[in-house]
């Protein structure tokens, strides 16, 4: 064999520069190798698991320590893109190890869903898959969404249950303040389900507003409405004077007049009655007509009394013109056709008592700032400009602006905005939820000629609407159908025909609500055809004896005439029949007096029914449910027998229980309380 | 080793400089010898909100009458307070708001303020959290329940527990329903007062509620009991 092949012998031993190098660079090699393994070993998750193993070995839960499996523990769900492993640090939150208070071993309460079907970070935010307490809760660089504060977690529950939910109490409010403070008149708020949020707080149209007030009264308005009635919903556009000035210029000149203008105001109407008891009189016709059941006035204490449905009524006398509301008593709708007012039919002679009443509600204070120059062309312009750019057509109707399109950003994924798109006020917390409330608590903080008007609002307030606007997040766009609970719709249903024109005269649908459109201030009237016998009905619309003496919100008398009833009566009893029976069927002779005689005492004794009703004004005091004392000529008896078997299937609102009675009991109840025929007002 | 030094050096001036940066505390001008609620405790809040009233708490002498100048402190665990610490005003009072923690259940808040002998006179106040349970058992209460269990009226509602004999227990009682058992009231609920010897007013409510609706009533009288409820079984500290 050929020696040229062969290596050169190899050098036998490595230099001492050589093996330092050699030693260093294993060294860095073995500490880098060691990096991961120590990272791990000493990893906040081994750490609180190795806690929790020590707290249940001295409480001897050998149990618990010998069945515990340590490691990483991750929740994953594929269909909702959730990967949690929250509980390699949170070990027992089904309460495993009983009466451990410190986090993280704290019980999780109780919630209506199993943690594996949803994991944790859907509705507490933060980083699900991250192992380290600083990534999984906080902000970091890679990841925007901080655990969400406790008083926002009902933001959680919102992004699959649209409606009103038990136990979302915040939720629910939240949601009710964007329409009921008219925030979704600007800004769009749009839920997984396709439903679109709708105003409800109904803002006067202001095309008649010069036959309505003063040019001084809109100044003072606009530059603060909180100032003229504490519980006014139209918010603060923080105007300087010199815009208040134009605004209200442009808006007394776009005026026209309204078809009401022509109507004569007859002397009668107008003539302050005579004598002392007038003013009593009068007090009594704002009581009797319930007019508190929607406006409120400010008692000497400085409370409302009364509801937040109209407008506050304290400091009325100092809007109003006079003519103006002696028009629109005698009917609301020809100024304003969208209002929620009924037509109360009033003669002349009670539209002056309740006009004198309202105009002596004034404050002098009010107007005592309000001098404005005279209008100039010039202000008209900067006026209609101002309009135009404040957005007020957004919410009120005015001639010659258009309602804006788009005036407001969309908020239907408000609450998984993205922080590089969100403009932070100097000195604030950079995430979501503070955003928002600070956003809602003080818009012009975020800086000057931003349009956003100032809401008045109490911090409870401010946490609901931030609750609700966080639950617009995008997630639920992505998550299966099934899993999204839409609120119910209303319906658009209107009654039709001659009384359907009388019942929208009457506003019936402000407060009952009928098919599925309506108000919830008076009970449902969907089947109360079915319910009610003829005589009584007429009797009730002539003159609305209540049934729930002790209630401050009641049905105001309309002074319809007997045509009007008549027409009514016949509409109510024809289309408001309920499917499930005919109130024909219930057998007479079974309503005898033997059985009448087991019903009192089913209901006396033991159904204890005395406790809610009053069905002898001399015995029984309960308040909760109507009196029975007249029943027997008021409702049905095929309606009674249905109505005790099960309420709620009738009205699903009624707080009536269900006492799951035999038939037998429920026929006998029945022909006790058609035996119960007092007149009508007897009262106590 | 040289590095020692040098890293003891900023870690101290990091000490220093954190503890400078929180707000300076306050010095009382005057010093009471009692504290006492004025208004704002035992009240319900769902979990993580600010109460609904704040914390209004006055500060007396030894003569009875209010000190102005007075510092108050507060602190309570898993409880928030704007401010932590307050000095009374001219009428002796402070008023502060306190934001529950994640947790339903019992608050509690201890209000201290220094006595001028050295130690300090405190005050106790009990607030509670509704989780989502408790917030279920209210909504119930509150479209069934209360008319016949809370004594107060309002413009929407009126009590008819005046008209009832004999009268109900406000769910508040807890003398009195602190020493049923859960089985007995959930009985009450569903089957009615009959059903546990007692008056037929108290209808029976099973064919009404569900069974999680029932339970989550007991969560909620549980929670708003007064004196506090004890849950039966082995304590614990932390």
Known sequence: MDNNNQPGPLRSRPTLRELAYFGVVSLVLLVSLAIAPAKNYFSDWRHYQKSYLKIAGERQSGTLVRSFQGGIRQTWIAKLGVVDRCESCHVNLTGALVGATGQPFRKHPIIPHDLEQFGCAICHRGQGPATSVEEAHYTTEAWEQPLLPARYLESGCGQCHLGPLQGAPRLNEGRALLSSQGCVHCHIVAQPDGNVLKPEDNPPPLTHIAEKTSREWIYAWIRNPQSYAASATMPNFQLNEQDAADISAFLMAQSTASPTSHIEITTASTAAAPGADASTEAATLYGASFCSSCHAVQNEAGNLVGGNFGPELTRVGAKVNPDWLRRWLSNPAAYHPATRMPHYRMDPKQVALLSGFLLAKKDSDFLANAHLAPASADSVARGKKLVTETGCAACHQINGVNPPQNFAPDLTHVGSRALAQVVFAPGMKHNLPDYISAKIHDPRSFGPGLKMPKFTLGESQIDALTTALLSQTDHAASFPKELIISGGRTSNYHPGGEAGRIMDDLRCLSCHAINGNGGDMAPDLTWEGSAVQRAWLEDFLKNPNTLRPALIRRMPKFNLSPGEIKTLTDYILTAYQSPGFDAQTMDAHALNADAAARGKQLFYAKYGCQSCHIADYKNDKGYVGPALTSVGNRLTPAWTYKWLKDPSALRPATIMPNFSLKDDEARDLTAFLMTLKAKQGGGK | ?238
């Open chain 2, 1 to 238: 080793m040289k590095l020692l030094p040098i890293t003891v050096l900023i870690s101290a001036a990091l000490v220093a400089g954190c503890k400078q940066s929180g707000p300076p505390p306050l010095k009382p001008a005057a010093y009471g010898t009692q504290i006492t609620e004025v208004s704002g405790g035992k009240q319900l809040a769902q979990v993580g909100s600010t109460l609904p009233q704040p914390l209004v708490l006055q500060v007396n002498g030894a003569d009875g009458n209010p000190v102005t100048g007075a510092l108050v402190s507060l602190h309570g665990d898993g409880l928030q307070f704007n401010p932590v610490q307050k000095l009374t005003d001219s009428s002796g009072q402070v008023t502060v708001e306190a934001q529950l923690g994640f947790n339903p259940g019992d608050y509690q808040v201890i209000a201290e303020t220094p006595k001028s002998g050295g130690g300090s006179a405190t005050l106790n106040l009990r607030e509670i959290a509704l989780g989502y349970e408790q917030a279920v058992g209210k909504a119930v209460n509150d479209q069934y329940c209360i008319r016949c269990h809370d004594p107060e009226s309002t413009p929407e509602r009126v009590s008819n527990l005046d008209n009832l004999s004999p009268a109900p227990h406000q769910f508040t009682d807890g003398g009195t329903l602190n020493r049923m058992s859960d089985a007995d009231l959930t009985n009450m609920i569903a089957h009615g007062g009959p059903a546990l010897g007692k008056s037929p007013q108290m209808p029976a409510y099973a064919a009404t509620l569900k069974p999680a609706e029932i339970k989550a009533v007991l969560s909620y009288i549980r929670t708003v009991a007064d004196p506090p409820y004890q849950t039966p079984g082995v304590k614990y500290g932390k």
